[in-house]
C-alpha cells in the first residue's frame, strides 16, 4: 500500500492523558500536514513540513500540540494533557510540493481520539 | 479572513438525478481549487482546479472554476447510491488548504 498512513485508527483515553499519532507519508512527498476534523466541519489546518522543517503552525494550536517530523519521512503528533475539545478526527495529508506545480493534498485514514 | 462556502449543506434526490454543488471563496493568494470526497473515513481527491473555464471530467463527475465569480461548481450526473457522501471543497493558498464546511450529499434508491 503506497497511500498515507496513520496509526493507530482509533486512541480512546482519559482526560489529562498524554497520546501521541503517527503518520507515514507517500514516499517520495516532501511535504506533510496535519488536520483536525469534527463532526459537519471541514478539516482544521494544524500544522505543516517540508521535508524536515516545519514551516507553519495554525495560531489556533494550543501548547499542549507539538508534532515533529526528524528525518523528513513519518511525522508524529502529540497531545499533552488531553482535554474534552481535543476529542476529533486527527488527519495526515502529505503532497509533493514543486516550484512551478500544485500537486493534490491525498489523506490518510485518520485516527479518531475519544477523550473520556 | 480567507473563507470558503459550500452550498447546499445538504441535499437528498434521487438515484438517477443530476446534482450541481457549489462552492464560492474570498482567499488572498489563490493558487487552485480541489474537490474531495468524503465517506466515512478520510478526504478522497477529485479534482484539482487551477485555470478559469476548463472542465475536468471524470466518469459523471465533472467541475469547472470561474475565476471572475470566485467560485466552482461539481456536477454529478445519473447520481448512484454510492454517490452518497460529503463532498468538501478547499482552496490552496500558499501552503494552506481553506476548506468547505461540505455538502452532505444523500442519494436515495
Known amino acids: 500500500d503506497t497511500g498515507v498512513s496513520q496509526n493507530p485508527r482509533h486512541k480512546i483515553t482519559k482526560r489529562g492523558q498524554n497520546v501521541t499519532f503517527r503518520c507515514d507519508p507517500i514516499?517520495?512527498?516532501?511535504?506533510l500536514y496535519w488536520y483536525r476534523q469534527t463532526l459537519g466541519q471541514g478539516p482544521e489546518f494544524l500544522t505543516y513540513f517540508q521535508n524536515e522543517a516545519q514551516l507553519e503552525k495554525s495560531r489556533l494550536l494550543s501548547d499542549r500540540f507539538s508534532a515533529e517530523r526528524p528525518k523528513g519521512s513519518f511525522s508524529t503528533l502529540e497531545i499533552q494533557r488531553t482535554e474534552q475539545g481535543d476529542s476529533a478526527m486527527y488527519l495526515c495529508a502529505s503532497s509533493l510540493a514543486g516550484q512551478l506545480s500544485n500537486q493534490p493534498q491525498h489523506f490518510g485514514d485518520g485516527t479518531r481520539l475519544s477523550i473520556l | 479572513e480567507d473563507k470558503v462556502v459550500q452550498s447546499p449543506l445538504s441535499l437528498v434526490v434521487h438515484e438517477g438525478d443530476t446534482v450541481t454543488l457549489n462552492c464560492s471563496y474570498e482567499v488572498t493568494n489563490f493558487r487552485s481549487l480541489l474537490w474531495y470526497k468524503q465517506e466515512k473515513k478520510a478526504p478522497t481527491f477529485l479534482f484539482m482546479l487551477?485555470?478559469s473555464g476548463i472542465e475536468k471530467k471524470s466518469g459523471r463527475l465533472s467541475s469547472i472554476l470561474d475565476k471572475k465569480e470566485l467560485s466552482s461548481i461539481l456536477n454529478i450526473t445519473a447520481t448512484q447510491t454510492g454517490d452518497s457522501a460529503i463532498y468538501l471543497c478547499?482552496?490552496?493558498?500558499?501552503?494552506?488548504?481553506?476548506w468547505g464546511a461540505g455538502t452532505k450529499l444523500i442519494i436515495k434508491p
Open positions: 514516499s517520495e512527498h516532501n511535504r
Open positions: 478547499a482552496v490552496l493558498s500558499n501552503y494552506q488548504l481553506i
Open positions: 487551477t485555470s
